[in-house]
């Protein structure tokens, strides 16, 4: 019964922004790592953010820190990517992730340790 839903991508200009939702069913995210991959056309599917609901821990990936900003609605059970100044190479499929933790230093990096998933996002970022 666990599900994820992303929706908000979209086709996006240079520098533009755009803001992803996750929204998580039938557990609650206090106890979920929650993350953010995405994945271009012939390449690995990497990590963006992570969000350790347990101590409210977030991370970036280097390449999108200072742009990106993952946050929380407890009330609405959602996670969002807001996503600034993108760029040509952010764009690919968008997914969120979550894998159950009771540590709140918990934020695994590759996709292989995530055991939930959404359907995914496109998000184009072309002139």
């Known amino acids: 019964q666990l599900q994820l839903v992303e929706s908000g991508g979209g086709l996006v200009q240079p520098g533009g922004s755009l803001r992803l939702s996750c929204v998580a069913s039938?557990?609650?995210?206090?106890?979920?790592?929650i993350a953010w991959f995405r994945q271009a056309p012939g390449k690995e599917r990497e990590g963006v953010s992570w969000?350790?609901?347990?101590?409210?821990?977030?991370s970036y990936a280097d390449s999108v820190k200072g742009r990106f900003t993952i946050s929380i609605d407890n009330v609405k059970n959602t996670i969002y990517l807001l996503m600034n100044n993108l760029k040509p190479e952010d764009a690919g499929i968008y997914y969120c992730?979550?894998?159950?933790?009771?540590?709140?230093?918990?934020?695994?990096?590759?996709?292989?340790?995530?055991?939930?998933w959404g359907q995914g996002t496109q998000v184009t970022v072309s002139s």
């Open positions: 992730a979550a894998v159950f933790t009771s540590d709140g230093n918990y934020a695994p990096i590759s996709h292989r340790d995530y055991d939930y």
């Open positions: 039938g557990f609650t995210l206090d106890y979920y790592v």
């Open positions: 969000f350790n609901g347990r101590r409210g821990f977030s």
